[in-house]
């Protein structure tokens, strides 16, 4: 899910649309995989991997 996340990220999309995309390839809940990967996703802005935007 991780690999899949980083490489559709290229600023296009947000990481919440990215999820929602990603859910609904594997037939998951999008709101349920956004609320699983809230933290990896805050981790990963941490480690500088993704970029938060700026509102």
Request: glycine share 10%; hydrophobic share 45%.
């Amino acid at each position: 899910m991780t690999a899949g996340l980083l490489s559709a990220s290229d600023g296009d999309l947000t990481s919440g649309q990215v999820l929602g995309a990603i859910a609904t390839l594997l037939d998951l809940d999008p709101e349920g995989l956004k609320a699983e990967r809230r933290d990896e996703v805050a981790e990963l802005v941490a480690d500088g991997f993704l970029v938060a935007s700026r509102p």
